[in-house]
RNA sequence: AGUCUCGUAGCUCAGCUGGUUAGAGCACUACACUGAUAAUGUAGGGGUCGGCGGUUCAAGUCCGCCCGAGACUACCA
C-alpha cells in the first residue's frame, strides 16, 4: 500500500476531469460498469436522439445531466444501464439550414438540384457537428455509447418505422383525410408551425371586411321570433372570399344576442337583425343612431343623416341554434348532404371581442369552423364539389383561385397579391363580393380594417388556410388507452403528466403524420391512380417481393433501392392485386414519428432483437428524461406508439426538465449575446462544479437562472470544503501511517463524537438514498452539502483536529481515522451520481492506500446502504444541545468582550426537562472544550432564581379550542409560576375560557425561562445559557499561555515549519510570563512541540502581542 | 386566446397535511476564531411572502379574481 496522495495542493477541478477522465478511458470503466451487472437485472434507460446538425448548448449539459445521474446511481444500485446513443436526423431545421447554406427554395428542389443531390447534402449536413457533441459528451462526463449509436436515416432505422406504421395500418388506424392548414399558394406547398413562426411572418395589413346579412328561414324561428317578419343574422368576415364557402353561423350558446330594428344603409330597406346584444354600439356606429320612440323610427326617410334603431327582442346564443337561413351567395352547394348546411350551430370559441357575435363558418378555410362544423348534429358538411374527375373539391384551387365554373367570380384569385406582377384587377374578389352583397341587400356594413395576419416567409404573400391532403393516425381511436395508461406513469414533476400531458390526451386530435417534404422518412403506402386499391409495406423484404410481383406483372425491371430514401423509393412502381400500378404517396412521415419510434427502431426490431421487446428485455424504459418542451413532442409520441402498437407505456418514469435561462431570467440567444458556452464553462470550472450547481440550485423541472458565480460558489463551499476535509486526513494519515490496517473499532466502543458523525452519515445515506430513488436529485445534492459542510466539516473535524495531531498512535486515534474515512469514502460514493469525477478522484485516493475496496473506480462500487442500527437520535439531540449551547456561550463572550482563548470558569444551564442533564452531560467535554469553560452546573426552579414563561401550542390547541384559541393563549401566557409549577406537577390543569372549560395538559404549554437577573444569560429557544465571567490569577495565567501558543503557533506556521519539527522557544523577559510559565509551561511545551522555553533579557525578533498591557519579542527556532 | 408552471430578503432558494416572532446560503457591515481552511463563528441591516377579495380561532400555505414572467398549443370571425 501506498501514501495517501498528497499531489494536489490545492482544488483545480478541471485537472481532476482531465486525469479521471484519461482513467476512464484507459480502463474502460463505462464498459466495465455496464457489463459487470446481470443483464437480467436491467434498468431500462433511453436517450433521446439529439440532432448534430446545432452545436450544444448549456441546456444540454442541463439535460444530461440529468439522465447521467439517475443511469450512475442504478448502476450502483446493481443494475445493468445500458445507454444507446442516437441521432435525430431528419426534419426541417436540418432542410432549411442546407437550402440556406445552398442558396435555394423549395422550388429549386427537382430543378437546380436534383432531389438526390439535396438528400446527400441533408445527410453530411446532419452530422456536422458530431464531432462537437461527441466532445461535450465526453467532457461533462456523461456516459452514453456514442461507438453503436442508432441514426434514424438508416435503412434498418426506416424499415422499424415502417412496420409499427403498417400495424397502425392493419389496425386500422391509418387513413388520408384533409384538414385545413396553412398553405402558401404562391409557393404551392403547406406550410408548418415552425414555418409559421418565422419572424416577420404576421404583419398588420387592410383587408376588405364585410358584415354580411343572412336571411333566416321563417319556419325554422323558435316562437318568440315567429311575429316579426324577416329578420337577418349578422356576421363578419375578414376575408369576404370565403362566404360563397359559408355553410353554417357560429353563435356562443351563453352569449345574450338581441333582435333590432333598422334601415340597411346601403338599400335603406327597413330590416331586422340579430347580433350580440353586447356588440350593438361598436355595430351601430355612424350613421346608425338609437331611436327615441317608435314614432322616431318608423319616421325615417332615406335622404335623413342618421339612421334610427330600435333594440328588440333579447334572448340567447342556445335558443336560435338550429335556426336555418338561405345560402347567402349559392354559387355552390354542398355535395355532401346540403340539407344539413345553413344552419345556426353553437361554439365555445364564440366572443363578443368584435364582429358581431356571430361567426361566419365556412369549413373548408378555417380551422375552427371545421372543428365546429364537425361536432354539430348533424354535421355541417363541408363546401365541396365535384371536380371533373368525380374529386371532391373546394371552391378555390391550390393556385389560389375560384373554380372556373363560379359564374363572375370563377377563375379570378381570391387575394389580388396571387396575380403575377402588374395583372391584378382594380376590384378585388373581396370588394367585388361586398359590392354584389351592397346591391342585394345583403351587406350591413362594409369597411377597411387593419389585422394580424401571417405571410409565406419564402413569397411574402397571404397565406391560405386550406383543406390539404394528409395521412393521419386516428389518435383519437385510442384515446381512452392512452389516458389509462399515463396514468401509471411517474412523472417528474407529477402536473405535467396530470395536467400538461393530461389535459393534452383528453383534447387529442388525430395524428398529422404526412409532410409534402424531401428529407425525411418516406411514407410506405402505395396506391392506385383512383385510391381504390392501396397497400402499405411493412419491410424490406415485403417491399423486395412486391417489387418482383409487380416487375413480372407489369414487365418492369425494377430493382430494390439501396436507400429507402426519396427519391429512389419513389421510382418504385407496385402492382394490385386487380393488376392495376400503384405509386408511392409521396409524403413522409412527420420526424416525430421517427423518435416515438425509437424503443423499438433502434433495435431494428422486429427483424431483429425480437426478445428485447417481446419478452420486455428493453422495453418498456424503466426511466427516460428531456426537457418540458417535449410533453407533446418526444414524450407523446413514444407513448401514442406504444399505446397504439403494443398496449403498453414507453416509459415507467419520466423526468421533464425545465429551460436553463441566463442569470436574468431571459432566455439565453444569440441574439442576445447572452449565451454560455458549455465548453468554455467546463473548462474554467470543471465538469463537477458546474453539474452540482445546476442540480442544486434548482429542482430540475424549475426554470434554471443560470449564473456562473453560482458554480464558483459550489466550488469553493462544497467542493473546496471536502477538498480540505480530505487534506486534512491525509495529512496526519500519512504521518501517522494509517492504511486502515488495525482492525475496525465497533462503533459502539468509538467516542461520542465518532458514534455521532456516524449517526449523521446513516441518516445521510438513507435520506440520499430515498431522493435518488424517488428522483429528487435537488434534495440529495443539498443533503451531502449540509452534512459536509455542517457537520462534516465545521464540526466533527474542528472538535477532533487534536485527536488526529496530538498523542500517541491509540485506540482513540484509530477510531477518528477510521471514523473520518469512513465518511469521506462514502461521501464520495453518495456523490458519485452528480459529481462522478470529483467523487472518482476522492474514492480512488482514498482506496489505493487502504485497497479497502475491490473495485477500481466508485462507479463500480455499490450505493452505500444505511445502517439504522448504527444511528441514535438522542445522540444526535444532544449534540444539537452541544451546539447551541456552544453557539449561545460564544455569543455571550462576543457580547462581554471575552476571547475565546481566555478560560472561564463555568456556565449554568437550567434543566428543561429531566433527561436534559444526562443529554448534556454526555457531550460535556465536547462543550467545554468547544468554548474554553471549566464546568457546567445545573439548576432547577428550585434555586428561586429562574423564572419560567408559558406560551401556548397552537397546534395542539388549535383544534380543541377553536374560537378560544385567541383568549386561550392570552390566558396561558399570563400563567405565573406557581400555575406553571403546577402544570408540571399535575400533567394536567383546567382552564376557563369564555366559560367554558378544557384540560391544559404540559404538551400544550411551551416553557421557556427568562433572564437571570446578574447573569450574562443567552438564550436560544428553549435553551438558556448563564455565563460566570469573573475571572481569578489561574484563569488568566491559563488564557496568557493559550495567547503564548498561539503566537508560537502561527509563527511555526509562517516558519514553513512541518507538524512534526520540534523546537526551542526563547521569550524577553517578563514578570506577569514567567508566572505564566511557572504554572503552563509544560502545557505549552507540548502544544507547540518545543524541547525548551527560556526568557532572555534580550530577544531579536520581532515584539509580539499576547494581550493589551503585554508586548514581547518571541523567538524560535527548530531543533 | 387556451392549458400548465412560477412569483418569499439585493441575488439563489427552503418553508411538511394551514399553527407561535417566515428561514438558509451568497452579498454587505463590524468583531472574533483557526497548525486542514479561498473555510468558520457571533452580531447587524434588509420582507405589506406579486396585488385584491374570501374561507378559518388562525393563511406564505386553501379558494376566487387580477397583475407579472415563462413554456406549450392554437391563431380566429
Known sequence: MAAYSDSLKQLDLPLIDAQILDFWQKNDIFKKSVEQKDPKNAFVFYEGPPSANGKPGI????????????CRFHTMQGRRVERKGGWDTHGLPIELSVEKELGITKEDIGNKITVDEYNAKCKETVMQYKDVWDDITRKMGYWVDLDHPYITFKNEYIESV??????????????KGYTIQPYSPAAGTGLSSHELNQPGTYRDVSDTTVIAQFLTIHESLPQFLEHYGDIHILAWTTTPWTLPSNTALTVGPDIEYVLVKTYNQYTFRPIQVILAKELVSKVFTNPFRL?????????????????PYLVDASFSGESIIGVRYEPLLPYATPYENPQNAFRVIGGNFVTTEDGTGIVHTAPTFGADDAKVAKEAHPEIPPMLVKDQHGNLVPLVTLQGKFRDELDEIGGKYVKNEYYPEGQAPEKSVDVEISIKLKIENKAFKVEKYVHNYPHCWRTDKPVLYYPLDSWFIRSTAMKDKMIELNKTINW????????????????????NLSRSRYWGIPLPIWRTENASEEICIDSMAQLNSEIEKANETLGLQQVMPDDLHRPYIDEIILVSKNGKPMKRETDLIDVWFDSGSMPYAQWHYPMEHQSYIDQGLKFPADFIAEGVDQTRGWFFTLHAIASMVFESVAYKTVVSNGLVLDKNGVKMSKRLGNVIDPFETIATYGADATRWYMISNAQPWDNLKFDLEGIDEIRRKFFGTL????????????IDAFQYKEDYIHVSERPEIDRWIISKLNHLIQDVQDDFSDYEPTNATRKIMEFVDEHLSNWYVRLCRRRFWKGEYGLDKIAAYQTLYDCLLNISKLSAPVAPMFSEWLYNNLNSATGREVHESVHLADFPVANLKETDDALEQRMDYAQRISSVVHSIRKKVGHRVRQPLAKIILPIIHPSFIDQVEAVKELILSEVNIKKIEYITDTEG????????????????????????????????????????????ISLTINGEAYSITPEDVEISFDNIPGWQVGIDKDITVALDISLDDALIHEGLAKELVNRIQNMRKNADLNVTDKISVVLEKHDVLEETIRQFGDYIKQEVLAETITFAGQVNDEKVEISDEIQIAIGIAKI
Open 492 to 511: 417528474k414533476p407529477a402536473h405535467t403528466g396530470e395536467k400538461r400531458f393530461g389535459n393534452w390526451l383528453e383534447n387529442l386530435n388525430d395524428w
Open 945 to 988: 432564581f429562574i423564572k419560567k414563561k408559558s406560551k401556548a401550542n397552537f397546534k395542539t390547541l388549535g383544534k380543541s379550542l377553536g374560537k378560544n384559541m385567541k383568549d386561550g393563549a392570552a390566558m396561558i401566557a399570563e400563567f405565573d409560576q406557581a400555575k406553571i409549577n403546577e402544570l408540571e406537577k399535575k400533567g394536567v
Open 291 to 307: 331611436a327615441e320612440n317608435q314614432e322616431e323610427f318608423l319616421s325615417y326617410q332615406k335622404d335623413q343623416k342618421f339612421i
Open 723 to 734: 477538498f480540505n476535509t480530505y487534506n486534512f486526513f491525509i495529512l496526519y494519515a500519512n
Open 162 to 175: 415502417w412496420w409499427l406504421l403498417s400495424q397502425l395500418y392493419k389496425k386500422g388506424l391509418l387513413y
Open 59 to 70: 441546456h444540454h449539459v442541463m439535460g444530461r445531466t440529468v439522465k447521467d445521474i439517475f
